[in-house]
């Protein structure tokens, strides 16, 4: 009897002990997370996958690639693309208008893969919709002198999170994947390479970065850290089999990008490092400020001055979408102004963006303006 009550006060002791520690342990935790210095946006369950230690420093990189080519162009969703009639009005108006190039998804922010992919995870998660037949597209494009362009939608993705189960938290709950995660980056650099062996002139990824919202602080160095890393994988995977290039935020272009205190992760003078072309979205009408607001050339100008002076290889997105137009200007005049800041600043390659592949105010502007 005396045994077994040693036993159990003995027990009880453990327990207390145990209890404790777990209420140490919590206290401090909650300290830790009312801490002024933390993002204010909510940090999902795939944000917290451990990014672990940093990697051993790398040889330089080998930058020596053939640049691309001038190119102007429009972006097409993968459902123009695959519609004959579209697809052909568009070749029309972009030939009569000199451009020479074309964006069309193949991985898209719904985590659409748009062509008959073979990587079993995207088979897996219903993410293949076979709706573009690249054996017939690209060398109908290619002999008409098109410079085709796959974008690849990296981190907005509704298919895989749901299937990671990525983020419950966010505002746009299940959208997002995290950058962080292993399995994430080995899916789309699955995919990216199997797109560089069908005959894509290059590949540009988009949204290759972390969900917008917080504070501007220096607290994100993961984030940025978790970006470079899975950029030198695509560099050491890729280069040398297409070329490459990125979608980024118009606003990354100023000096203040330069701090890392944005918490989408995105530096360009590391994206520029492992790309051939940045395509920065100088999209006038998303500026808050109404003096950028209602300037197109003035803040498309501003905006690629600022990059320039970086030293960054630019290859503008601009607007042909009806969005916030000012009073002031007509449509085909706020087109037109755009065009003109990118030129005068000797930039020969620009692309526009229009969600649903809509370009027929952009036709009726440079009718009245060579592009």
Sequence with gaps: MKRNSHRIHTSKRRNIVALGLILVGLVVLGLVLAQPERPTQPVSKAALVPIGKKAAPTPPLDSSSSSPPAVRGVYLPAVVAANPKRLQEIIENSRRAGFNALVIDVKDNHGTVAYDTKVPLAQKIGARVN???LEELLPKLKKLGFYVIARHVLFYDPKLARH???LPTEKEPQRWVSPADARVQAYNLAIAEEVASLGFDEIQFDYIRWPDGGAYKPIYSERY???ERFL??????????????ADVFGRTLWAWNLKKIDPIGQHLETFDK???VLSPMIYPSHYETEELRSDPYGTVKKALESGLKRHLKLRPFLQAFEMRIPGHLGYGEYIRAQIRAA???GLESYLFWNPKGDYTALWSALEESAP
Excluded at 232 to 244: A, H, V
């Design 343 to 345: 030129r005068e600043l």
């Design 274 to 276: 492992f790309l051939d």
């Design 164 to 166: 990671l189960s990525a």
């Design 232 to 245: 030198r994988k695509i560099f050491e995977r890729l280069r040398g089999k297409i070329r490459l290039s």
């Design 131 to 133: 709706l573009l037949k």
């Design 225 to 227: 850290d978790a970006i």
